[in-house]
């Protein structure tokens, strides 16, 4: 399998899984993924170097199945870490702006036919982490509406068009139909901490 680069990251790669046999570069089917699937659930599962081109053989190992749903969720996190450290990446961008759709695609299929163990996994490791991939940011489940004032940003969201299709998911994790009276109370509490004692500019009012 591929083993994770030496030193720190400057490029757009995939998180990585901690090998544990990192000094043979063996791993077992069941803890494998084809290379297509690097990019989806890389941060759990062991990536082949090269391309399957037997169908028997991704037959054969099941890889022609989906990953599990809790393995795309724990990518999905591992994704909103690596965007912290290369923010400035616009091929970490280009690379999020079509992996997250298809990731969100993954998860949505499978919280609609997932087991309930399978599901409350899944709805645990998103519930406070920053998961919902806004353009430019990820952020969390309470930081998005389906009805939200655009001048909310960058504190409060709507949900993006590319998300509306995800409806089963975004519910099931607790997305709301709007904000209350709370929330922009605690948009103004943040924005006071931002600011620092000092006056808003024009956009911000």
């Known amino acids: 399998v591929e083993r994770s680069p030496i030193g720190g990251r400057s490029e757009a790669r995939p998180p990585k899984r901690d090998h544990q046999l990192s000094a043979v570069g063996i791993s ?3 803890a494998s993924r084809p290379k297509s699937d690097e990019w989806i659930c890389s941060s759990s599962s062991d990536i082949l170097p090269f391309p399957i081109k037997s169908d028997t053989l991704i037959k054969l190992f099941k890889w022609n199945l989906p990953p599990k749903t809790s393995s795309v969720a724990s990518q999905l996190i591992a994704l909103a870490h690596l965007y912290d450290e290369l923010q400035e990446s616009q091929t970490l961008r280009q690379h999020l702006a079509s992996v997250t ?15 309930m163990d399978e599901k409350e996994q899944v709805l645990i ?3 406070d982490a920053p998961w919902i991939w806004v353009g ?8 998005v509406a ?14 993006p068009n590319a998300m509306e299709c995800f409806n089963t998911l ?11 009276g709370a ?11 931002q600011l620092n004692g000092n006056p808003c500019d024009s956009r911000q009012l």
């Open 28 to 30: 077992s089917p069941n």
């Open 101 to 115: 759709s298809q990731i969100y695609e993954i998860l949505n299929s499978g919280i609609e036919s997932s087991n």
């Open 125 to 127: 490791l998103l519930q």
């Open 136 to 143: 430019d940011n990820f952020v969390r489940t309470a930081q």
């Open 146 to 159: 389906f009805n939200a004032p655009d001048n909310a940003k960058p504190f409060l969201y709507n949900v």
């Open 170 to 180: 975004l519910q099931s994790c607790g997305v709301r139909e709007s904000f209350s």
């Open 183 to 193: 929330d922009f109370v605690q948009l103004l509490s943040s924005m006071s901490h």
